[in-house]
């Protein structure tokens, strides 16, 4: 299965020259613990960075710094790490596995952003896979019972 079956396209997104006080009113407003960072490249967005509401509070607020004195982009994570659209779960698992990352950008093949996936998001995937999984042996029983029955 690819990853980009099951991502999330509704991504909600900054751009680096965003004020923080914003983008902490764009995740409230829209439900969401991170913003994609991206940039706007013949007519696309290209993710470049994420901020979290961690970010804030560990490099802002917990500092006690004035939150207007910062952009998104003096705190967004530094290195991006995005998987392709065409690219399947299990490369995405080790991906972020390997990155120590909880949210991947997903991107088509001009780089383009078209969606997110989490941690989350995948754990609720092999979950109803695991579910389904799991009817399996007593269809099985089933089905027996019935060719067997004497």
Same mark, same amino acid.
């Given at each position: 299965?690819?990853?980009?079956? %099951?991502? @999330?396209?509704?991504?909600? %997104? +900054? #751009?680096?020259?965003?004020? *923080?006080?914003? /983008?902490?009113?764009?995740?409230?407003?829209?439900?969401?613990?991170? *913003?994609?960072?991206?940039?706007? *490249? &013949?007519?696309?967005?290209?993710?470049?960075?994420? !901020?979290?509401?961690?970010?804030?509070?560990?490099?802002?607020? /917990?500092?006690?710094?004035?939150?207007? &004195? %910062?952009?998104?982009?003096?705190?967004?994570? /530094?290195?991006? !790490?995005?998987?392709?659209?065409?690219?399947? !779960?299990?490369? #995405?698992?080790?991906?972020?596995?390997?990155?120590?990352?909880?949210?991947?950008?997903?991107? @088509?093949?001009?780089?383009?952003?078209?969606?997110?996936?989490?941690?989350?998001?995948?754990?609720?995937?092999? +979950?109803?896979?695991? #579910?389904? *999984? +799991?009817?399996? +042996?007593?269809?099985?029983?089933?089905?027996?019972?019935? #060719?067997? /029955?004497?």
């Amino acid at each position: 299965m690819s990853i980009s079956e %099951f991502c @999330n396209r509704d991504v909600v %997104f +900054a #751009t680096r020259e965003m004020s *923080l006080p914003e /983008a902490a009113q764009l995740m409230r407003e829209y439900h969401v613990g991170d *913003l994609v960072v991206v940039d706007e *490249l &013949d007519g696309k967005r290209v993710p470049v960075g994420i !901020v979290t509401d961690r970010d804030m509070v560990i490099e802002i607020i /917990a500092k006690s710094l004035n939150i207007e &004195d %910062f952009s998104v982009g003096d705190i967004m994570g /530094a290195q991006l !790490v995005s998987v392709q659209e065409k690219d399947g !779960v299990f490369e #995405t698992i080790r991906l972020m596995r390997t990155k120590g990352v909880r949210r991947i950008p997903v991107v @088509n093949e001009q780089g383009g952003l078209v969606g997110i996936v989490s941690a989350d998001d995948i754990l609720e995937l092999l +979950a109803e896979e695991m #579910t389904e *999984l +799991a009817k399996v +042996a007593p269809r099985e029983q089933d089905r027996e019972a019935k #060719t067997r /029955a004497y």
